[in-house]
């Protein structure tokens, strides 16, 4: 049995040193809702946040479970007050609640595409997201459901619908892709993976991710060619390896769990007066914005959520190649999201 301080120190070794998980508590504490948190993310990042020493108030909904979930990790020795709901008290998890990590949906089989879970999990985001319009309609959202690139317009429209759209505050947990990135050139690179730092634009499938390897200290550790290839192939279909690794059994779900368990740690730290903290994630961005409407870039992250959107730095031939095949594809999932919406309000 090791001492919590030790799984502190081991986590925080482990995460790029932008933002180190759970290093101290900041001076204002928050009240976070999990939406889906008895799923194969929502559990292990439900007891990820119970770890945070700025969350003081962990709320647990799913349509099924939340209740033995939140009585399991309530148990847990940290501050944060933990509670379980059962499935009719949505209302009641979503009240005083200042972020909301939505985890809630099917995850793909071998075989699928992300968009194939379009049609089961753009009503679950939907009706989740009505809700938190009507009774926390000034929480930071964030949006982890697939298909992202779809669901995040899909919060957007219910939240301009109910006039209470902000987009500082909603955001597309892309992190798991600068997780991998990280982690796959490091591997190549033979560099520590916290010292391992490449921004990972665009969108969250397929040819939407785009890695900007150029960024990265270790970039020439990286063959052009073949291996270059195949690195960005690697980054961008992640998601395929774990699927078929899990044969059936669903998709990433620890890796995941950490990734917005990290995202989570940043925003809050940033909403608590923090400095300097930059995420990449999938906001409302001016970058791109007659073609893709939303768009993941690194983020400065301020006490109202979306501090400022940077310029991309400049891209490689090869960079520029895969923003461009890129953007249709991400311009034709944001539409998707918003048209569905407006047929199916
Ligand atoms: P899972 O099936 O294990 O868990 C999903 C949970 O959502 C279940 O507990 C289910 O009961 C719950 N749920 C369903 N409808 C709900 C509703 N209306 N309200 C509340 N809860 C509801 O799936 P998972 O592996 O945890 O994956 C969840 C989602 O996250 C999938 O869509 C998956 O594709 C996505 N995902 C995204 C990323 C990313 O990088 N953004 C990474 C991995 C997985
Ligand atoms: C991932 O990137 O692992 C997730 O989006 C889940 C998936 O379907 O691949």
Redesign the pocket.
């Known amino acids: 049995m090791f001492a919590r301080t030790a799984l502190r120190t081991s986590v925080a070794a482990a995460r790029p040193a932008s933002a180190r998980l759970f290093s101290q508590s900041s001076a204002a504490q928050r009240a976070v809702a999990v939406?889906?948190a008895?799923?194969?993310?929502?559990q292990p990042l439900s007891l990820l946040l119970k770890l945070n020493p700025d969350v003081t108030d962990l709320r647990l909904?799913?349509?099924?479970l939340a209740p033995g979930v939140g009585a399991d990790i309530s148990h847990v020795n940290t501050p944060a007050k933990t509670t379980g709901y059962a499935p009719e008290e949505l209302e009641k998890a979503l009240e005083g609640a200042e972020v909301i990590l939505i985890?809630?949906?099917?995850?793909?089989k071998p075989g699928m595409t992300?968009d194939d879970?379009f049609n089961t999990?753009a009503s679950?985001v939907r009706?989740?997201a009505k809700a938190a319009a009507k009774v926390s309609p000034k929480a930071h959202i964030l949006v982890?459901?697939?298909p992202?690139n779809s669901t995040v317009p899909i919060v957007a429209e219910v939240f301009k619908k109910a006039g209470v759209y902000d987009p500082k505050r909603l955001f597309g947990?892309?992190t798991?892709d600068v997780t991998r990135a990280s982690t796959f050139l490091s591997g190549i690179a033979g560099s520590h993976p916290a010292e391992t730092k490449v921004p990972v634009i665009g969108g969250?499938s397929g040819v939407t991710i785009v890695p900007l390897l150029s960024q990265a200290a270790q970039s020439s550790s990286v063959n052009p060619g073949e291996q270059y290839e195949k690195l960005v192939h690697r980054i961008q279909f992640g998601g395929d390896e774990v699927v078929k690794a899990k044969d059936g059994a669903?998709?990433?779900?620890l890796s995941?769990a950490y990734a917005a368990a990290v995202f989570a740690e940043s925003l809050i730290k940033a909403l608590n007066g923090a400095k300097g903290i930059k995420e990449c994630t999938f906001v409302e961005s001016p970058l791109f914005k007659d073609v893709a409407p939303f768009f993941a870039s690194p983020v400065e992250l301020g006490p109202e959520g979306v501090e400022n959107i940077p310029a991309l730095p400049s891209l490689t031939e090869e960079e520029q190649k895969l923003l461009d095949a890129c953007l249709p594809d991400l311009q034709k999932n944001i539409s998707k999201g918003v048209k569905w919406v407006a047929e199916n309000p």
């Open positions: 939406l889906g008895s799923g194969g993310i929502g909904y799913d349509i099924r985890p809630a949906g099917v995850p793909r992300r879970l999990n679950i009706d989740l982890i459901s697939n992202v947990v892309t798991l969250h669903g998709s990433a779900t995941m």
